[in-house]
């Protein structure tokens, strides 16, 4: 999954691809590089955000998505609102990303179910301006027990909107309400996520517990300097059958990826 941020505030890249047409640009970029399919977000979830007004991330997100749904791209639109998820629907969209599960708008669940697309619900407890204090997961199971838990509650508000099993897909929400321990230890815990029974997508790329693991002296690696370690983060998970990645940094992941496939026997 290729990400296109239509913002001018996203942690990793904001304000680069904030045009219509420069977004739109990028989308077809990634998917030449191999994406799969391309995830159009109009609101930046980076900690410490605020949010846009509705009509800003309609004006952010719809003309981008139409766009691309018209050259025959699958698409997925990242959004928390149901009034987006259903212009993006309207507008080609064949996938929605709800970073926060159904919580944030529950009516997005029943736009989901209304046009058949597939849904993806991630483990979520708060609005960015203040997540990082809900990161506090003291009962049996840790982060991982907790994770599994709340999103076996989302997969039962899902199915009670009418989203079929099928069109399901749970993310463990790396960094949001997670510490950067938690983030690993939760990324060592997938296959407990994963005996839920539905695929898994997983967003690591450019984040700052990569950033802080490759801390020296002077902080935390900064941004620009983390796609050699997310490239290894999306190898490993995508050979252990990690239904989706959600990357930047398309070419890098799909490279990493091609050459893994060619060392396998039998490969020629």
């Not at 970029?29 to 609101?43: N, P, Q, R, T």
């Not at 159904?102 to 609005?127: C, E, F, K, Q």
């Not at 939760?186 to 997508?201: F, H, Q, S, Y």
């Amino acid at each position: 999954m290729g990400i296109v941020n239509v913002t001018p505030d996203s942690f990793s890249d904001g304000g680069r691809w904030a045009t219509t047409d420069a977004a739109i640009a990028h989308g077809r970029e990634l998917l030449a590089d191999g994406a799969d399919l391309v995830d159009i977000g109009g609101e930046s979830t980076r900690p410490g955000a605020t949010r846009p007004l509705l009509a800003e991330e309609l004006d952010r997100v719809v003309p981008v998505i139409a766009a691309l749904a018209a050259d025959g791209a699958c698409v997925s639109v990242d959004t928390m609102r149901a009034e987006v998820a259903d212009a993006a629907c309207r507008a080609g969209a064949q996938v929605v990303n709800d970073v926060s599960g159904g919580l944030a708008d529950p009516g997005i669940l029943a736009v989901a179910a209304s046009y058949g697309v597939t849904y993806v619900a991630m483990h979520w407890r708060a609005h960015s301006d203040r997540m990082q204090q809900h990161a506090v997961y003291d009962g049996p199971g840790g982060v991982v027990g907790a994770v599994r838990s709340e999103l076996a509650d989302r997969m039962a508000d899902a199915a009670d909107a009418g989203i079929a099993p099928e069109r399901l897909v749970l993310d463990p929400g790396l960094g949001f309400a997670k510490t950067a321990a938690q983030n690993w230890e939760l990324l060592r815990g997938l296959d407990e996520i994963a005996g839920l029974g539905l695929p898994l997508l997983v967003g690591a790329s450019r984040k700052s517990f990569l950033g802080s693991l490759l801390a020296d002296g002077s902080g935390p690696r900064p941004v620009d300097g983390r796609e050699h370690a997310n490239v290894a983060v999306t190898t490993l998970l995508a050979e252990s059958g990690v239904w989706g990645l959600r990357v930047h940094d398309v070419r890098a992941s799909m490279d990493a990826l091609r050459v893994v496939a060619r060392l396998r026997p039998g490969q020629e």
